[in-house]
């Protein structure tokens, strides 16, 4: 298997506009997680999915955020609009029920200006 | 909830000099933990983890990590290190009971030099 793939690798964009960052899970696996990392507060569980449905968005610090994981192979992560405060790495990871391992995707490193 | 908390977030280490990175957490309830790494502009990836049994976890990359119950600690250790374990190490700690989330710590920067 590939592992978690996400995409882009980077981003740039300015403030004001929307930001999609995607994610594909490990085949089999029915976890999905979206973390960012930001030097000030390091790595945050913003949503977790469970065969695709939406098990806890508590993390999500706006409603500028949103996520959706239409099937299994594909999840996404929008940002509208973004701010230059959103700029962070985005992290997907996936896990399959009764594993205790999460695994990472390379992340989206997005920028802001 | 559970917490986790690294005592330091940078270590410099001189090539084949010994490592730990400390870690110490916080849980109501039993818990499994984990050390990841993050080598630059990389993803997470598993070192090493503590399910049950032998206190004493062996990883990849030669590293080690002792389960202390009472102390609620989880150390991280290398007896050499390589100029390439410069990376950042996260430990994180995972509720028995609670089926998703991974709770991190700050990170260590470990920078080994020459």
């Known amino acids: 298997d590939a592992g978690v793939i996400q995409s882009p690798r980077h981003e740039v964009t300015e403030m004001g506009q929307e930001v999609t960052l995607r994610c594909k899970p490990i085949?089999?696996?029915?976890?999905l997680f979206w973390y960012r990392q930001t030097m000030m507060r390091g790595l945050e569980l913003l949503i977790y999915?469970?065969?695709?449905?939406?098990?806890?968005d508590s993390g999500m610090p706006e409603d500028r955020f949103s996520a959706k994981m239409p099937n299994a192979s594909f999840s996404t992560l929008k940002i509208q609009p973004s701010e230059p405060r959103d700029s962070a790495v985005y992290f997907c990871?996936?896990?399959?029920?009764?594993?205790?391992?999460?695994?990472f995707g390379q992340g989206t490193r997005l920028t802001v200006v | 909830a559970q917490s986790v908390t690294q005592l330091d977030s940078q270590v410099p280490v001189f090539e084949e000099a010994p490592v730990e990175l400390r870690c110490n957490y916080s849980?109501?309830?039993?818990?499994?933990l984990f050390w990841y790494v993050q080598y630059p502009n990389q993803g997470l990836q598993l070192l090493l983890k503590?399910?049950?049994?032998?206190?004493l976890v062996k990883g990849i990359n030669g590293f080690e990590a002792e389960f202390n119950k009472s102390q609620t600690s989880f150390h991280l250790r290398k007896p050499s290190v390589h100029i390439s374990d410069t990376a950042e190490y996260f430990c994180?700690?995972?509720?028995?009971?609670?089926?998703?989330?991974?709770?991190f710590g700050a990170g260590t920067t470990v920078t080994v030099r020459a």
């Open positions: 503590y399910l049950s049994g032998s206190t």
């Open positions: 999915f469970n065969n695709n449905v939406p098990i806890d």
């Open positions: 990871a996936s896990r399959m029920t009764g594993g205790t391992e999460a695994f």
């Open positions: 994180a700690v995972k509720a028995r009971t609670n089926d998703y989330k991974l709770s």
């Open positions: 849980s109501s309830v039993s818990v499994y």
């Open positions: 085949s089999g696996h029915d976890y």
